[in-house]
């Protein structure tokens, strides 16, 4: 192989056509370009004779420099896609979990709206969420429809419903006008300088803070299951160590479950043993909707 470094002029010939002539440094740029390789057929004008670029130790050189140059920018493209990949990903991540936090608040959210309606013993109003348009018949359609053949359906055996009857105890709770109405005071003593003995303000104020607390899920039960039920007047006597007479209005007469309820609810109120007479109390109850 003959060296080329004083060769200035080239032919080089690609997909059947020839080019050139051209310098050494445009040949050179054609490899950088990867526009001429190791196989590619060059004609140095000073030569007159065709051969192969490897054959020249200028272009071989220059060639594995460029293969060398090749390989780096490979390595940093893949490099850049990599990290553009990561970022794609960490954003996807972040998007992710942006989206799973908005879900967890929104039913977090939805949550506590639901339990806030509950205990207060209101509807939750998703029957205005959707409405059903009203059915219309279209015009013509009875004309258009055929006649069907008359059916004679056999009479059927009636068969008693088989049901376990729900029993309640109501014991000891009366309607209001059952009987005479229960005093204010039903029995006075009285202290050796005249005051009038019997249970304090305070924990008077503590026995109805417990018969208000105990009510609530009554009341909001009896709202479940009538929504007619607007609320009531229970009204009862505190004695010394538990709570007696106890009485509801007439709108619950026949409410054997609520009466029943009640009843239950005020037997667990704790009351003090206290010296002195009775006081009779009436709590109304009012149903929201």
């Not at 794609?88 to 039913?107: D, E, K, T």
């Not at 959210?109 to 109003?125: D, E, K, M, V």
């Not at 019997?198 to 709202?223: F, H, M, T, W, Y």
Request: glycine letters at 6%; charged letters at 25%; a positive charge.
């Amino acid at each position: 192989m003959k060296s080329i470094v004083a060769v200035e002029r080239w032919l080089y010939r690609k997909d059947g056509n020839d080019y050139g002539p051209v310098s050494t440094d445009e040949l050179l740029d054609a490899i950088m370009k990867k526009k001429v390789d190791l196989g590619t057929q060059v004609f140095p004008l000073a030569s007159r004779r065709w051969s192969v670029a490897a054959e020249h130790a200028l272009l071989r050189d220059y060639f594995e420099k460029c293969q060398i140059r090749w390989r780096a920018e490979a390595l940093d493209t893949e490099a850049e896609a990599h990290v553009r990949r990561l970022a794609r990903a960490r954003q996807r991540r972040r998007r992710v979990f942006s989206l799973f936090v908005i879900g967890v608040l929104v039913a977090a959210g939805l949550a506590a709206w639901i339990i806030w309606r509950l205990g207060q013993a209101q509807p939750l109003g998703l029957d205005r969420l959707a409405r059903l348009p009203a059915v219309v018949a279209l015009p013509g359609l009875d004309a258009a429809r055929p006649a069907l053949p008359q059916l004679t359906l056999a009479q059927g055996t009636v068969v008693p419903r088989l049901s376990e009857p729900e029993t309640y105890d109501t014991a000891g709770i009366a309607m209001e006008g059952d009987g005479p109405s229960a005093p204010t005071v039903t029995k006075l003593s009285f202290t050796e300088d005249g005051q009038v003995k019997g249970i304090s303000q305070v924990e008077l104020q503590r026995v109805l803070d417990g018969a208000r607390k105990n009510l609530n899920p009554c009341a909001a039960d009896a709202a479940r299951r009538d929504p007619a039920f607007k609320g009531t007047r229970i009204s009862f006597t505190v004695t010394p160590g538990r709570i007696a007479s106890i009485t509801v209005s007439d709108e619950v007469k026949r409410n054997a479950a609520f009466k029943a309820c009640v009843k239950t609810a005020l037997n667990r109120v704790p009351v003090p043993v206290y010296e002195g007479g009775n006081r009779h109390v009436t709590i109304p109850i009012s149903i929201n909707r």
